[in-house]
């Protein structure tokens, strides 16, 4: 039997666990993030995976912070989201946001992630959460299926805008202020912030 095979039947017959994050998992979530969302040399321009990233979740939203485990002498962790909840001034709803969500690659057709995300929107519906948000890049198939097949509707593009600042760098104070720059026509336009769901 060749080692395909044998993977295969590994993964079928493994148990998996879904259980909250624990501060000896945070290295391992991290590695298994690192070698999922930087593989492409190009992070999201949004957030970027860093060692930062985890420990940010854990300390702030741990009770968001679920990992997957197999159920044997091994015990391995093989995936993990981590998200959040968002309340808005003026607004009685609470938003819900899977900000990450990573599946060791040998496991992808295990169902684990599935069962994390249900686990996290039960959460998410304990906590009152009405809307749940979730975003990834428009190229990336794999996960735009399993979202619209997890329920998610209504995809919104969204445009960033890049500006090289190269131009602006070393200038320096004149006379005790600033160099101004010249008034454009749309600086009065009002700019609404891009984390706004």
């Known amino acids: ?47 970027t995976w860093d ?5 940010n979740f854990f300390q702030n939203d741990s009770e968001y912070c679920l990992v997957a485990e197999t159920d044997d002498d091994l015990e ?12 808005k001034s003026h607004s009685a709803w609470k938003y819900g946001y899977l900000v990450w969500l990573g599946i060791e690659p040998e496991f992808h057709d295990a169902g684990i992630a599935s069962k994390l995300f249900n686990r996290f ?6 906590e009152g959460v009405r809307m749940m948000l ?11 299926h399993f979202f619209r097949k997890m329920g998610f509707r209504h995809p919104q593009e969204h445009i960033y805008l890049a500006m090289n600042l190269d131009q602006y760098r070393g200038r320096e104070r004149r006379n005790g202020k600033r160099a101004s720059s010249t008034k454009t026509e749309t600086e009065d336009v009002p700019v609404r912030s891009s ?3």
């Open 121 to 126: 929107r039960d959460l998410m519906v304990e």
């Open 1 to 47: 039997m060749d080692s395909d095979e044998d993977s295969d039947r590994k993964k079928k017959k493994a148990n998996i666990i879904i259980r909250q994050m624990e501060i000896d998992d945070i290295a391992t979530v991290f590695h298994l993030g690192e070698r999922l969302f930087t593989a492409k040399g190009s992070p999201n321009l949004f957030r």
């Open 195 to 197: 984390r706004e769901p």
């Open 51 to 55: 060692e930062y990233e985890v420990i």
């Open 76 to 87: 391995l962790l093989v995936g993990f989201v981590l998200g959040t909840t968002v309340t």
């Open 134 to 144: 979730v975003d990834t890049e428009a190229d990336n198939l794999p996960a735009l």
